[in-house]
Structure formats: structure tokens, C-alpha cells
């Protein structure tokens, strides 16, 4: 199979102008959150519960929900849609048996690998990807039947952690516009990278009008934690 993709930025997929990789578009904004709380704005709540997410009770309680979700019956639509194309996304993303038929030439993903990775967002308010594609001449028949001279396989999406983003930027009428991440360079050196919506999938739980930051599950359980976690610490130091 013949790949015909160059590289971007040392992965191989599907760009947008590669000029806004630099920097998000001069009329974006920055999305602010509406959380009151200063300790619980994003990118303090990324630390706060995450802390939060590893008490003993919180953490039973957070996996038995994100559990229940793994476990739903998950299956492909298949209302109105072609053989071929089914057998397609079955190729680029596999569920439950057909996992053992994602990955062929090293692309597709397996639905609950993805899943587990994109429920972050449950405790964290949000959880982001960038989809990394590699694309190809039609070749086998299976191709030919989508009757496209090029085939875009989806090679894997690609997490990028939320302790990394510096913020999210937003359109004017509230959009997503993308993400800006901080990422190291081969020097050691550190830079911001714009990924505009184009090439990102971004999960956000309870998102409310522009803020796409959401809001954890965790929230209203905080000042409880809160208080209990000073309490043990001051009986903590009491002790010594």
C-alpha cells in the first residue's frame, strides 16, 4: 500500500493550513469559566480533582460510574448505510469481537481503549484528542467499492493531556475555534501549539454556553472533600 501522506510536524496525518499550528486566528478569544470558585477555575481544577479523583471513596465511586458507561451496549448505526461503508468504519474503529480487525496496516482504534481515555473528562470537565489520519491510494477491492481514488484510515487519536492545555479559544459567537497546548521540543525548550477544531475531537461534560472547560462530577462533592481533607490533616499534625 502506497503512502502518499508527508509528515506534519512529525506525525503522519491530515493538516489544516499549517500556519495555524503556530497560533490560534487573530479573532478568536479565550474561553473563560464560569466556575465562582478561584481554586476550581480551569487550570487549577485540573489539579484539584485530580487529587480529588485518587481519595479512596471518591476514586470507588468515580470508576463504578465510568465503569457503567464503559460497559452500555455499544454498536455501529447501520440505518442507511452502504455495506461497503460500514465494513470501512468497522476497519477504523473497532467494538467488542471486531476489535481483532482494527489496526490493519497499523490503523484504526479500539472503541474502549478510546472510551477509557475520553471519560477523563467526567472528573476533569474536559478531555481532548487530535485524530491522526494516514492516507493512501485505493488499491484492494474493498477500497475500490468506496469508489474514491484516496482513503483517509484513521491511525489513531491522539490524547493530548489536559495538564498541558493552556486554554481554549473560542470564536466570537462562542464556538470552539481550538486548543492551545504546551508542548517540549526535541532541545528541551517549550512552545505553545495551536490545534484549531479542524483537527480536534473535544469532549467537554456539562458544557454551559461557551464554556468549554464543562464542569466535573466532582464539583458539588468538593467542599465536603475539602473540609474532611483539612480535617485530617490538621488531626494529622496534632498527632505528631
Known amino acids: 500500500m502506497e503512502d502518499i501522506t508527508q509528515p506534519i510536524g512529525g506525525r503522519v496525518g491530515l493538516a489544516a493550513d499549517p500556519l495555524r499550528l503556530a497560533g490560534p486566528p487573530t479573532s478568536s478569544h479565550v474561553a473563560v469559566p464560569l466556575e465562582t470558585n478561584p481554586d476550581l477555575r480551569f487550570p487549577e481544577s485540573i489539579t484539584e480533582f485530580s487529587r480529588m479523583a485518587t481519595n479512596g471513596k471518591v476514586g470507588s465511586i468515580l470508576r463504578a460510574i465510568v465503569l457503567q458507561i464503559r460497559k452500555a451496549p455499544w454498536s455501529y448505526g447501520k440505518d442507511g448505510v452502504r455495506p461497503e461503508v460500514l465494513d470501512f468504519v468497522k476497519r477504523n474503529i473497532a467494538l467488542g469481537s471486531d476489535a481483532s480487525r482494527a489496526r490493519p496496516r497499523h490503523q484504526g482504534i479500539i472503541f474502549d481503549e478510546h472510551l477509557r481515555e475520553s471519560l477523563s473528562m467526567v472528573h476533569l470537565g474536559f478531555s481532548a484528542f487530535e485524530p491522526l489520519y494516514t492516507i493512501v491510494r485505493a488499491r484492494t477491492d474493498e477500497e475500490l467499492r468506496l469508489n474514491m481514488p484516496y482513503i483517509a484510515y484513521l491511525r489513531k487519536l491522539d490524547a493530548r493531556d489536559a495538564t498541558s492545555i493552556r486554554e481554549i479559544n473560542v470564536d466570537e ?24 477544531v479542524e483537527r480536534l475531537l473535544l469532549y467537554t461534560n456539562e458544557r454551559r454556553g461557551a464554556d468549554w472547560y464543562g464542569r466535573s462530577i466532582l464539583r458539588e462533592a468538593y467542599m465536603d472533600y475539602y473540609l474532611k481533607d483539612q480535617l485530617v490533616r490538621i488531626n494529622a499534625m496534632g498527632l505528631e
Open 173 to 196: 459567537d462562542g464556538g470552539l475555534a481550538g486548543i492551545t497546548q504546551r508542548v517540549q521540543l526535541k532541545d528541551g525548550s517549550e512552545e505553545d501549539r495551536f490545534i484549531p
